[in-house]
């Protein structure tokens, strides 16, 4: 009855209303405003207006476009709603009390129909709980699909439902209902990356203020195979360090951690500590490549592979031997040193006390007995002192003859010398020495000839052989063969003696040239002394007075003069007062061998011992010259008969040679023995080798 009453009234406001004149000049001052209240409080929605007239009617209406009032009148149906404010300035807003969810709906102020305010009253009604997650297991397998459902009960307005992972919304796989207010989330394949997810359904109203959002959430728990990842895969530490091997291994549930030596066992010394593998003290045994097993029964297991280098000082193992025997003659000789170390060692051979080296392994393309000798491996690495190990090379074999002339070449009547230098190992016993005729028959060189002997004396690398030949003539020369032999065979070496001239002829020429030498310079003498009127003047000396103790020995080619060191000073240099210590003809040089190449005799002269020998003379004073005072030098007329007599004497002749033959086994003349004779040649060989010298 009494709706049927509000609706007739509502119907004749209406029809009246219309027929009502709206003042042109009545404006807003204040329209409604969208207003959300919680259920059962107050509600207030505003209206007002300017230069309204007295006749004007102010209209609400609400939801379903029902009146609720004119000007301050309100229908009775709507005992919970009234207009306050000041009418009198234009004000008719409408208070609401105790506020419904049948009050929730549109609003509108107005004075003419044709131009109304509208305004949304939003009735709220919190919901009563958060929403709940429904759907698949929150623990799953990277690879599996995941469908989550989040559902929102109650409450007015509806509640937006989000999914969020963590604080981050899920922009895909969102599917919204908003009938029944559910959500559902889908991830088609699960990664380790979602494990610890945090999924949360989130639920809002719309107004915060007047209804607080609600959540619930859910960590997701994904299990997944073990990922390791190795920090350092390659390690570094010197010998008697420690050092430290470790692994990082990820995965769902917690695995365990298995170490393993890559072709060989852990060593005994270790500690396992967090998936790290420590050795207190690591040796050069320790090095190697290690590797780390994570297994939690999901497939594949997870490895990592790391290296340990262990720095440790240079190391030789090899050769085997000290001492290693080489054949003389062999080729590509080697010695190989075995050396180890970290880092890598530099290997060097040298030999002992010496600079020269050589890369390894030691070749030797042709072995020789030079090479024998004791040579050092040298092994060297950054960081620690370089080590050697000696290695004594020995060189066995045949007998080697050192190179020397092939020809020797001996004046008829002189000395010669042929003379051999053996190596071997081991040396041979005796060396024998052979004698080739030019006419091709070979004898046997033997010590039983006065004259001829052989001398073998040790050397440093081996021994030395020398056949010493006094007297030579012409029945000697040919070609002299020195042969060794020992266990691995013999060597040879040819010497060819070749005897030349004869010391007679060759006296006769020395003594020709020097006799001529001293009469061209003793004119040239006279004639200076006549022109210096020193002879044949009118003051004439006594040559009865000159001292006569000794024979004037001949005029050299030239002196010196006094004080002066040159003798190409002119002729001036050859005046008699200027001389400077006794005349006599230079000595002869050191090149001769016998006392018959000297050219000169000074058997004449007088008092010979009162003359110092030439060795002296030449030692003392240059090119010979004498080192008497200026007062024994005798005038020209000194010169008598008997230095006439010494310049025409000849050189004595030689001794006659043997003619027998020296390769007969017979002993020297006089019953001389070996062993005197061999010390005799000793002699004569060391007169030899100094003359030599």
């Not at 000041?86 to 102020?109: F, H, M, P, W």
């Amino acid at each position: 009855m009494a709706a049927g009453c509000q609706i007739r009234l509502e119907c004749f406001l209406l029809s009246t209303l219309l027929t009502v004149h709206v003042a042109n000049g009545a404006t807003y001052s204040s329209r409604p405003a969208p207003t959300a209240v919680v259920s059962g409080k107050t509600a207030i929605l505003e209206c007002g207006f300017d230069g309204l007239a007295e006749d004007e009617t102010v209209i609400w209406q609400g939801p379903d476009y029902r009146v609720i009032s004119y000007n301050r009148n309100v229908l009775k149906f709507y005992k919970r709603y009234v207009i306050v404010g000041d009418t009198s300035r234009g004000e008719y807003s409408l208070q609401i009390s105790d506020a419904r969810l049948e009050d929730d709906g549109k609003y509108s102020c107005y004075i003419d129909p044709a131009a109304t305010a509208d305004a949304i009253l939003t009735v709220v009604v919190p919901m009563s709980g958060p929403p709940t997650i429904a759907g698949g297991e929150l623990t799953a397998t990277a690879g599996e699909q995941l469908s989550l459902t989040c559902r929102a009960s109650g409450g007015h307005p509806a509640a937006r439902l989000t999914w969020l992972n963590g604080t981050r919304p899920f922009r895909s796989a969102v599917v919204e209902n908003k009938e029944d207010q559910t959500l559902e989330l889908f991830l088609p394949r699960l990664t380790k990356w979602d494990d610890g997810a945090n999924f949360t359904c989130l639920a809002d109203q719309g107004f915060p203020q007047l209804a607080r959002t609600k959540a619930t959430s859910r960590v997701l728990r994904v299990k997944y195979p073990p990922v390791v990842q190795v920090p350092s895969p390659s390690v570094h530490v010197r010998e008697g360090e420690p050092a430290s091997l470790s692994c990082m291994v990820d995965s769902n549930p917690k695995s365990t951690v298995t170490w393993r030596k890559i072709g060989d066992n852990l060593p005994p010394i270790k500690m396992f500590r967090d998936n790290v593998l420590q050795f207190p003290r690591v040796s050069k045994r320790d090095g190697g490549l290690y590797q780390c097993e994570a297994d939690n029964g999901l497939p594949p297991a997870g490895i990592g592979t790391l290296t340990l280098h262990v720095y440790y000082p240079p190391g030789i193992e090899g050769p085997a031997e000290d001492e290693v025997t080489m054949l003389y003659g062999q080729d590509d000789q080697s010695v190989h040193c075995v050396v180890t170390g970290n880092p890598k060692p530099h290997i060097r051979w040298r030999r002992k006390d010496t600079s020269l080296y050589w890369g390894n392994p030691l070749r030797f393309h042709r072995v020789r007995y030079d090479v024998q000798g004791t040579y050092q491996c040298v092994a060297a690495s950054d960081g620690f002192r370089e080590v050697t190990r000696d290695v004594f090379i020995d060189v066995v074999g045949k007998p080697a003859i050192g190179n020397g002339p092939t020809t020797v070449a001996v004046v008829d009547g002189g000395t010669a010398r042929l003379h051999c230098e053996i190596l071997g190992d081991p040396l041979p016993g005796r060396v024998t020495w052979f004698w080739r005729n030019n006419k091709g028959v070979e004898n046997v060189v033997m010590t039983t000839h006065y004259g001829l002997s052989i001398i073998e004396k040790p050397t440093n690398d081996g021994t030395s052989s020398t056949v010493l030949l006094k007297d030579v003539g012409i029945s000697e020369e040919g070609t002299y063969v020195c042969q060794a032999a020992n266990m691995f065979g013999e060597a040879r070496r040819e010497i060819r003696l070749e005897v030349t001239g004869t010391p007679g002829s060759l006296v006769v020429i020395v003594i020709s040239m020097a006799t001529a030498a001293l009469g061209l310079v003793g004119a040239v003498i006279v004639c200076v002394a006549v022109k210096k009127r020193w002879i044949c003047g009118e003051q004439k000396h006594d040559t009865s007075t000159l001292s006569s103790t000794r024979s004037m020995p001949p005029v050299p080619k030239s002196v010196k003069r006094l004080g002066h060191g040159t003798n190409d000073s002119g002729v001036e240099d050859l005046e008699l007062q200027e001389l400077d210590g006794t005349l006599k003809p230079r000595p002869p040089p050191r090149a001769g061998k016998e006392w018959t190449s000297v050219g000169l005799s000074y058997t004449g002269l007088a008092q010979v011992n009162a003359l110092p020998p030439y060795a002296t003379v030449e030692r003392h004073r240059p090119d010979g010259q004498d080192i008497r005072s200026r007062d024994d030098i005798p005038e020209e007329a000194a010169m008598d008969t008997e230095y006439t007599e010494h310049l025409a004497m000849e050189a004595p002749t030689p001794p006659p040679k043997d003619n027998l033959g020296r390769w007969r086994a017979r002993a020297p003349p006089g019953g001389l023995s070996v062993r005197s004779s061999m010390h005799e040649a000793e002699n004569d060989l060391n007169e030899t080798e100094a003359e030599n010298i």
